[in-house]
């Protein structure tokens, strides 16, 4: 995936940040770089982030349809520079559910589809619910569940049968993964609103004030009810070596101290789950014995190590601390080649129309909706672009053939800089090839329209 990150045997690690945050209508914070952990070692390939109560008040809503949401701007701002990508995201209300990918990623996160469940007040405007992505990443397919369940401490039989109502309603328009649990690997998180039972209020903070966390832990709701439901037991998570992240007084790390003085709670988590193998019947036995096939999940299974499990006690806006959690998925990459290869040819300046070539490298199902986008460095995503080209209308590509394609030179920035071509496969909904980045040459227009000094004798004009 990125340099010096192989390791033998043809296997790779990718290093998974994801974060979830209950913001409680709050605009973002203008800094986020502490929940992004921007600087570690070794650098994220993919951010995952679910956000729960985005302000959703309708007007609001109907104007974020129009643009993106303050929080999208917040997080595709700080990580655009740093080379990350929004490969997609989905918003039923107040859950939204960001991807963002590193560029080099970009190619192999295919088939990309989003949905969403509603769950609250009989489904109506959907206060409670999740909302998921699902893609596949180097072949490996993958799904992202953000969840807002039922409230209150005594509805907690009530958010089990609200996530198992998820699972079984959400559906995908593939055949090998038409549900959450046909993926291969599934992360479950968000605002699950499980409690802390039967402790009155004076233990839980002295157990949390004094660090012994491990007291509550037997009566965490979900700890409980995973021991119940099987279903459950096949979602692992991390011990909660980190406070209760609710709730809190705004801008404070003080647990509420207003009248209704809610319990502190673990509400806010994060869990995955591994698809289990499934054991051949009594009938395939013989069958099975008798052929040398390999099973495509041992042939390429996915190992997932959770890094870390913490909280981020400095962000102060809502009433939640965010959660985040760090992965590493270890894979062996099903293919490494992308599906089109595009690049620039000759030289590219304002001064001229330009050319570019792209070329099928393996069959897929592409479309005359496809079309071939210049990005700066640095875009924010697909719809990022400078501008674009359709691929050609009247034949169907051929396997390895090189089709050219001409941009007007009216469509090219005229002070140049440093840019990449990305084909947007429609029926993909993602770039499924990138070309290496190359400079457009400042324009001689650029100089006569008074966009740039004139450089005479070495002399600014």
């Not at 699902?134 to 209150?152: I, K, P, Q, T």
């Not at 792209?358 to 479309?367: A, K, R």
Request: net charge negative.
């Amino acid at each position: 995936m990125s340099t010096g990150r192989f390791r033998s045997g043809g296997r790779d690690k990718c290093r998974l940040h994801m974060v979830t945050w209950n913001v409680a209508t709050a605009e973002p914070p203008e800094d986020v770089t502490s929940l992004l952990q921007l600087d570690v070692q070794p650098p994220t390939d993919l951010y995952v982030i679910g956000l729960q109560e985005v302000n959703a008040t309708p007007i609001r809503f109907i104007s974020d349809l129009i643009a993106e949401d303050s929080w999208s701007h917040v997080f595709m701002d700080t990580l655009a520079p740093r080379g990350f990508v929004k490969v997609t995201s989905v918003r039923m209300q107040g859950l939204l559910l960001l991807v963002f990918a590193k560029q080099i990623h970009l190619p192999f996160i295919r088939n990309i589809q989003t949905t969403y469940t509603r769950t609250g007040i009989f489904g109506y405007w959907g206060n409670k619910g999740g909302v998921s992505v699902r893609f596949s990443f180097y072949g490996h397919m993958v799904c992202f569940l953000n969840c807002h369940l039922a409230a209150h401490m005594n509805y907690s039989l009530q958010r089990v049968d609200e996530f198992e109502y998820i699972l079984e309603a959400q559906d995908f328009d593939l055949y090998d993964t038409p549900q959450i649990r046909d993926h291969k690997v599934v992360f479950w998180f968000g605002d699950l609103n499980f409690r802390i039972a039967d402790h009155g209020l004076h233990f839980l903070r002295s157990s949390i004030n004094s660090g012994r966390l491990n007291l509550l832990w037997n009566k965490d709701q979900l700890i409980m009810m995973k021991k119940k439901e099987p279903f459950l037991q096949e979602f692992e998570e991390g011990p909660l070596d980190f406070k209760p992240t609710y709730k809190f007084d705004r801008n404070s790390d003080t647990y509420d101290t207003s009248g209704k003085k809610r319990k502190p709670a673990w509400t806010d988590r994060i869990l995955w789950r591994i698809k289990p193998k499934t054991l051949p019947s009594e009938d395939d036995e013989e069958e099975k014995a008798s052929t040398s096939t390999v099973d495509g999940q041992d042939e390429f299974p996915i190992l997932v190590t959770q890094d870390k499990y913490t909280s981020d006690m400095s962000y102060g806006v809502s009433d939640h601390k965010p959660v985040i959690a760090t992965f590493s998925l270890d894979l062996r990459k099903c293919f490494d080649t992308p599906l089109v290869h595009v690049s620039p040819v000759g030289v590219w300046s304002a001064d001229q129309d330009a050319l570019l070539t792209y070329t099928i490298q393996e069959d897929f199902m592409s479309s005359t909706w496809d079309w071939i986008g210049l990005y700066k460095v640095g875009f924010k995503s697909a719809a990022d672009y400078e501008t674009f080209v359709w691929v050609r209308e009247d034949d169907l590509p051929e396997i390895n053939e090189v089709i050219q394609r001409s941009v007007e030179k009216d469509e090219i920035p005229l002070l140049g800089g440093q840019y990449v071509l990305g084909y947007y496969s429609t029926n993909m909904q993602s770039i499924i090839g990138l070309s290496a980045s190359f400079q457009i040459l400042e324009s001689k227009r650029a100089v006569m329209e008074g966009l740039v000094p004139e450089d005479i004798n070495g002399f600014n004009k």
